[in-house]
């Protein structure tokens, strides 16, 4: 299995801005794990605006946080191996502020939207989908990054909701974005864990996977 193989495939990472951005930050002193840490603070930053500022500041301020937050998870990544500065702790530092940023803000986007049990729900199966993929790769599967809501979609509804929502002190009925990105977010990802899920099974009802006759899958 490749190094690509484990790796999330992103049309971003292809572009000119980010290939000279992901060099000049390797040939500093900032590490690929700082770089992931970095974005745990931006979700969060961007999670706190969006509860306690009010619009349009707070939703145009958690989008900016956001975008911040996926701009962490597309260079700390090229850093690591294009910029040669993979660490023994890379794996760890590549999963686990994910889950956190993702957390912080999916559940900040459902108390924002007076449905903290939505956040909350929405957050679990967030996680649950990267779960499940991480399942297919410790079978020797490789990383499934299908959706329909994988970290992108779910941060691209929750980037479109507080936009739309930034418009209330205009329109108040713009507010009801939040709760419907946190809907869409929690039910996409229900269904992203239940198609990664099947497909898992497929595979490995077909001898794929480490315990299969048929080896890895790519």
């Not at 191996?81 to 993702?102: M, S």
């Not at 939207?113 to 989908?129: D, I, R």
Request: charged content about 15%; aromatic content about 6%.
């Amino acid at each position: 299995m490749s190094q690509d193989d484990d790796r999330r495939p992103l049309a971003s990472r292809d572009t000119g801005w980010a290939r000279r951005i992901a060099a000049a930050l390797a040939r500093s002193s900032i590490t690929p794990n700082q770089i992931s840490v970095a974005s745990v603070a931006f979700a969060g930053a961007g999670a706190a605006a969006l509860l306690l500022l009010p619009a349009p500041a707070g939703p145009v301020l958690a989008a900016l946080g956001i975008q911040l937050r996926l701009l962490c998870n597309l260079f700390d990544g090229m850093v690591a191996i294009e910029g040669g500065k993979q660490t023994a702790t890379g794996a760890l530092y590549n999963e686990f502020p994910d889950r956190i940023a993702d957390s912080l803000l999916i559940v900040a986007l459902g108390c924002a939207a007076s449905l903290p049990w939505l956040g909350w729900c929405g957050a679990l199966l967030a996680a649950l989908t990267a779960y499940v993929r991480q399942t297919g790769a410790g079978l020797g599967l490789g990383h499934d990054f299908r959706g329909p809501m994988a970290k992108q979609q779910r941060m691209f509804a929750m980037t479109l909701g507080c936009l739309v929502a930034a418009a209330s002190p205009w329109w108040p009925q713009a507010w009801t974005a939040l709760a419907v990105a946190a809907a869409v977010i929690a039910a996409g990802s229900l269904l992203t864990c239940l198609t990664r899920t099947h497909a898992l099974a497929a595979r490995l009802r077909d001898g794929g996977g480490r315990h299969g006759s048929g080896g890895a899958g790519g």
